[in-house]
């Protein structure tokens, strides 16, 4: 193979990548397996995209590029077929001989890709994206022991492929039912589809349509059943302490679609499983998370069956809300990220209450940080076209650059004022969990998205929340409380009482010599409330401390303050507020005119 050939199958490469990414919504139509939530064509997008921003043509080598590939998907690999893809990328590259003659090292690497790709799934199933690239890597070998030009191989594995392609609709009953190729598979032969008519032709061609009627499955494919997992789960995890194989098989316990990319040094894991927080104690116990993903594969289902509103509820973690309240009315939650020492944690999601105790303890520094970027631009891919309308209610854009995020990245979208609306609730915790709880309240009643807003931010101003703070190094290492006057009330034993101003900022409003006098402060106000019949809703929360909310809410029970439930507290407020904490918020009815 010549240079400027060597260039052009690495700009095929880049071809190939174009054309999954231009089919992304074809392949989520189609998607069935392993789980039928409808992303198999936007996480291999993701994937190819991040080739196309990172992979550079001007390289030293085939092999230098076949490197750069495999980084890049490694970083940008997202599910169950995109793990696999991005294993086929490293399989190419480490696999690559540059010693060797350029079009038997590429074939001969292919072949070792397709074997890697083979081990990364902990169970191997045929009808899949793992038998199209057994097809066509087998195929290339073939063709050029045999004497074939690249040109001639590329073409003939290319037939074969999309034949392979075709037959796995009757090797899996779910693909057999829905009359359907598997997603993942198709995905992989748009990709050496498109390498193959740039390589051989220069051009883009535009390809033959499957002769199977993808449309006939679409309305099955939303009755498809439950995942036995509620979470798509993945890490990336560098420096493993453990024997590798060892590693993997324990794995298996956390769930199921187990798919490795990379080795000992760094490995990327795909993962269904219920207990994401529990794996991830695994995980920091055994290496160095670096990299964490978590979506809510029961909660994309729920929507595919039967969505409960036309518009979308979107908030972050700092919301505290009942158990279950998010799934139940299909409420996308945005983590926040949770920074103890040189670990970070997506909260209510990897880091179980137990654990966190343990490291509040501990922990030299903690902080919180907003979403990051990915998980916002994700979450907003997949709310297109399944809603009417979406309204994100962000934690107080005082106390978090949340809110700035979101509206920055729906503004890089050019996404519609029509579409989508931020609220900056000016509230946090159990305060901005009772207007997330308002605006389901609104939107279940199918009132329209202007009422929705105009109420929402109405009610904001009507409610209210009270800390009874129980440790004061947590607010002073947070900045919550200026350490100057957080040192005077340590000496002096003061504990504050903290509550959120018209703007959403913290601001101290009393203190206590002890956090049960603060309690009693607290609840002789909201007294006040009740006797004048302006209550409409209260919630208890805590932090590690239940029995304490449990006989405050009996207190508050007897003086007439019905409280409506006990929420545990995120662990984002926990870092800001301290072990112990106590709070309580309310909903106040408007004062007549």
Not at 58 to 77: H, P, R, Y
Not at 250 to 268: E, M, N, P, R
Not at 317 to 340: C, G, R, T
Request: hydrophobic share 40%; with cysteine.
């Amino acid at each position: 193979m010549k240079e400027s050939e060597g260039t052009k199958l690495l700009e095929g490469f880049l071809n190939g990548a174009k054309e999954v990414v231009n089919q992304k919504q074809e392949l989520n139509r189609i998607n069935v397996f392993p789980v039928a939530d409808g992303d198999t064509g936007s996480n291999l997008a993701a994937l190819m995209q991040t080739i196309l921003d990172q992979v550079s043509i001007q390289t030293n080598s085939i092999k230098d590029g076949l490197n750069q590939l495999s980084e890049a998907a490694m970083m940008g690999a997202r599910g169950n077929s995109g793990m696999i893809f991005a294993q086929y990328f490293y399989g190419l590259s480490t696999s690559y001989d540059d010693a060797l003659v350029a079009e038997k090292a590429l074939v001969y690497a292919a072949q070792e890709a397709s074997k890697k790709a083979y081990q990364a799934v902990l169970e191997p199933k045929e009808g899949t994206i793992l038998s199209v690239m057994h097809v066509w890597s087998e195929h290339l070998v073939e063709q050029i022991e045999h004497g074939n030009t690249l040109i001639e191989a590329l073409t003939v594995a290319k037939r074969q492929t999309k034949a392979a392609l075709e037959q796995t609709q009757f090797q899996m009953a779910v693909l057999k039912k829905n009359k359907l190729v598997d997603a993942g598979a198709k995905g992989f032969y748009y990709f050496i589809a498109g390498l193959t008519e740039y390589f051989c032709n220069g051009d883009v061609s535009h390809y033959e349509k499957m002769q199977v009627d993808q449309q006939e499955a679409i309305e099955e494919h939303f009755l498809s059943e439950a995942p036995r997992y509620r979470y798509c789960s993945e890490f990336l995890v560098k420096q493993l302490t453990i024997e590798f194989d060892t590693f993997k098989a324990q794995l298996a316990h956390y769930g199921d679609s187990l798919v490795f990319i990379g080795d000992q040094t760094q490995v990327k894991i795909h993962i269904h499983t219920s207990v994401p927080a529990r794996l991830m104690s695994y995980l920091v116990s055994n290496g160095q998370v670096t990299y964490q993903k978590v979506d809510d594969m029961q909660l994309q289902y729920q929507i595919g069956q039967n969505a409960k509103a036309k518009i979308a509820i979107v908030t972050d973690s700092i919301a505290d809300l009942p158990k279950d309240f998010s799934l139940e009315h299909q409420v996308h939650v945005l983590p926040m990220n949770l920074l103890l020492d040189e670990e970070t944690f997506l909260d209510k999601l990897t880091i179980e209450p137990d654990y966190l105790q343990q490291r509040l303890k501990i922990a030299k520094s903690m902080s919180t940080a907003q979403p990051n970027i990915k998980t916002v631009d994700a979450l907003l891919s997949f709310l297109e076209g399944k809603y009417d309308h979406v309204l994100v209610i962000s934690v107080a854009a005082k106390l978090s650059g949340t809110y700035q995020l979101i509206t920055q990245r729906i503004k890089e979208k050019q996404l519609s004022s029509n579409w989508i609306q931020v609220i900056d609730s000016k509230l946090n915790s159990i305060a901005q969990g009772l207007l997330v709880k308002r605006a389901v309240e609104l939107v279940e009643a199918d009132k329209s998205f202007e009422t929705v807003v105009n109420e929402l931010q109405s009610l904001r101003e009507r409610i209210f929340i009270y800390v009874a703070v129980a440790d004061l190094d947590p607010m002073i290492q947070s900045g919550r409380i200026p350490q100057f006057l957080g040192k005077i009330a340590q000496k002096a034993s003061v504990h504050p009482i903290v509550s959120l101003n018209e703007e959403g900022d913290g601001k101290l409003i009393g203190a206590s010599l002890s956090q049960k006098q603060s309690l009693k402060k607290i609840t002789k106000k909201v007294s006040g409330f009740a006797n004048k019949q302006r209550l409409e809703a209260v919630y208890v929360t805590h932090v590690f401390n239940e029995q304490a909310a449990l006989d405050w809410k009996t207190s508050l029970n007897a003086r007439a303050i019905p409280v409506e439930a006990i929420v545990e507290s995120s662990a984002a407020i926990a870092i800001s507020a301290g072990q112990s904490s106590l709070a309580i918020a309310g909903v106040l009815k408007e004062e007549e005119k």
